[in-house]
């Protein structure tokens, strides 16, 4: 379930930080008050996960879910520049953060829950 949760806030991770963008320096608060609750929720999530998962690897996969969801949203949705060599490299943190699933050495009690 610390699996569930890391990925669920990874995704939160994203809506706030495309919220971000779209608040207006926090003066649009229509976006403002959704982008906050999502940070929120990111953050409940993760933190459901430190009960379970080590923090290194946690917070690794939690960001690069972020980032990587950030980016194939801003390529694909909002216009951002596409290249060949950031196409590679977005690939290769995926690859990475599926990598630290992979190895990663979960308790087989998820008091976390």
Do not use: R
Request: glycine residues 10%; charged residues 10%; hydrophobic residues 55%.
């Amino acid at each position: 379930m610390a699996w569930f949760y890391l990925i669920l806030g990874g995704i939160f991770e994203v809506g706030w930080a495309l919220g971000l963008k779209y608040s207006d320096g926090f003066t649009n608060i229509s976006v403002l008050i959704p982008t906050l609750l999502l940070l929120v929720l990111s953050f409940w999530c993760f933190s459901k996960t430190l009960v379970v998962l080590p923090v290194s690897t946690a917070y690794a996969v939690f960001t690069g879910l972020g980032a990587f969801g950030t980016a194939i949203v801003g390529m694909t949705l909002l216009g951002d520049p596409v290249s060949f060599t950031k196409v590679v490299l977005v690939l290769i943190l995926i690859s990475c953060i599926i990598g630290l699933k992979i190895v990663s050495n979960e308790t087989a009690t998820e008091s976390g829950d």
